[in-house]
């Protein structure tokens, strides 16, 4: 059994046609949907890139990981993917972005254009202080129509060239893309034809009212100078955001003709997902870093050969993905993952002794408190450490426009659903003591880079912080 795993950047659960999206055009992602155990309610474990990513490659959710924030990437310490299974026999090949530190050591087989995380997002180290980002009016600004072939063209055909050099069956290629994540330089062919379909019409969600927001919300509005997308401005990144999704799907659908192409298919599991989401003016929200269904809900796909095809709707995470793999290789998972293998969901249609939730959480810039979210059946469970928590029922409430939280008092089974999801968040970690030791750590690491008492700097060149995992999880 080998294993291709390509890991997107910023792509939404809803944004895909077989999602329902009205906009989308995705025929490759849809084919593999098709042919997978799609997973219709997987969640980021921290919608933001290197959170996001550490999770995925160690299986650790990011309060274990203390890879808080875009500043503080993961450096290999806890074993992630490659170096266990480097251990058992199978090589990792990684091709594309990674976020991690470019310090580490992580076991890869090969490497190639890693995508390091090269210089901190001094953002996290201001959190309380209620700033705006900086710079963040050229993103607005950016989008538009590229020139050249871009990083994905050139990171797709390393991988189409990796794929037609003979291997010995048994190892895992992972493909990290960049595409869709902002600014959206994409194709004047494909701008050309996504502003025809998108229109004049926004969708009603990205216009006030904004019945959701709290004050943390409020303050990442702010961060991320969401009053700057006026109509306009949100209309062009919706032109380039969907364009640039199907700029991704032709990337994806070169993958799959290469893995049929040279008969893969037979014996290659393919895994498609996305660090997090893209908010895109939904709940006047921008970027990802939030709880909200565009940020947080990923795609999932998983396709292995000897198992049909079938939709599966259990709360899942991106956590679970490593312990997956080792189930699908036949190797134990590391004892320590937080996540679940999703095998058995695979095989059997149902697993009785996984958790039935998924877990996210932030602690990063733009938001003064920490933000955790428990997805349980219907519901969605947002707990902040500085506001009341948010409950929404996903399927009365898709657009998430109608917060529950207010009605428990008189409500006995929206207390009920309150009260377990409170207690599944505990279960798994404190959230106010995940808070202070997310901050802690933040401002140790604003003293140690010598920065000033206010925000006036981007980013930073030079050192780049290492986390300080739980002593338990260091191999």
């Given at each position: 059994m080998n294993i291709v795993t390509i890991i997107s950047?910023?792509?939404?659960?809803?944004?895909?046609?077989?999602?329902?999206?009205?906009?989308?055009?995705?025929?490759?992602?849809d084919r593999l949907a098709s042919m997978a155990q799609d997973f219709t309610a997987a969640y980021s474990s921290c919608p933001v890139c290197a959170p996001a990513r550490a999770s995925w490659f160690t299986g650790q959710y990011v309060c274990n990981l203390g890879t808080w924030d875009n500043s503080t990437p993961y450096d290999g310490r806890v074993y992630g993917m490659a170096s266990w299974l480097k251990e058992k026999g199978i090589p990792v090949h990684h091709i594309g972005k990674t976020h991690f530190h470019p310090d580490g050591d992580y076991g890869f087989a090969s490497l190639q254009s890693p995508g390091f995380?090269?210089?901190?997002?001094?953002?996290?180290?201001?959190?309380?202080?209620?700033?705006?980002?900086l710079g963040t009016e050229k993103r607005f600004q950016r989008i538009g129509i590229k020139t050249k072939p871009s990083h994905d063209d050139e990171l797709v055909e390393m991988a189409l060239k990796w794929l037609d050099e003979p291997h010995e069956d048994g190892w895992v290629l992972n493909i990290g893309l960049l595409d869709p994540h902002f600014p959206f330089y994409v194709t004047q062919e494909h701008w050309d034809h996504f502003a025809s379909v998108v229109g004049d019409k926004l969708p009603s969600g990205v216009l006030p009212p904004f019945t959701s927001l709290n004050g943390p919300l409020e303050s990442l509005r702010k961060y991320f100078a969401a009053e700057l997308a006026d109509e306009e401005i949100t209309r062009r990144a919706f032109i380039g955001y969907y364009a640039a999704i199907k700029e991704l799907d032709d990337h994806i659908g070169e993958i799959l003709g290469k893995l049929e192409e040279k008969g893969l298919l037979e014996n290659t599991a393919v895994i498609y997902t996305s660090d997090h989401g893209e908010q895109l003016g939904y709940h006047g929200m921008w970027w990802k870093c939030c709880m909200f269904e565009q940020s947080a809900h990923i795609p999932m796909m998983i396709y292995h050969p000897d198992i049909p095809a079938k939709k599966i709707s259990d709360s899942v995470s991106i956590a679970d993905l490593l312990p997956t793999m080792c189930g699908m290789l036949g190797v134990e998972a590391p004892s320590d993952c937080d996540g679940q293998s999703l095998y058995g969901l695979m095989r059997d249609g149902r697993d009785p002794g996984r958790r039935d939730y998924a877990f996210s959480e932030y602690n990063a810039h733009g938001l003064p408190g920490g933000m955790y979210m428990i997805r349980w059946g219907k519901y969605k469970y947002v707990f902040y450490t500085d506001a009341d928590p948010q409950l929404f029922d996903e399927e009365a409430d898709?657009?998430?426009?109608?917060?529950?939280?207010?009605?428990?008092?008189?409500?006995?089974?929206?207390?009920?659903?309150?009260?377990?999801?409170?207690?599944?968040?505990?279960?798994?970690?404190?959230?106010?003591?995940?808070?202070?030791?997310?901050?802690?750590?933040?401002?140790?690491?604003?003293?140690?880079?010598?920065?000033?008492?206010?925000?006036?700097?981007?980013?930073?060149?030079?050192?780049?912080?290492?986390p300080e995992y739980r002593k338990s999880l260091i191999h």
């Open positions: 950047d910023e792509h939404s659960y809803q944004a895909m046609a077989n999602a329902g999206n009205m906009y989308a055009e995705t025929p490759n992602l995380l090269e210089s901190p997002d001094l953002g996290c180290y201001y959190r309380d202080d209620n700033v705006r980002r898709p657009a998430e426009d109608h917060d529950l939280f207010p009605l428990a008092s008189g409500d006995p089974e929206i207390a009920r659903v309150i009260s377990e999801c409170r207690n599944k968040l505990y279960s798994i970690c404190d959230p106010y003591e995940v808070n202070r030791r997310s901050k802690d750590f933040q401002a140790r690491m604003k003293k140690k880079l010598g920065l000033p008492d206010s925000y006036t700097l981007e980013r930073s060149v030079g050192y780049v912080p290492h």
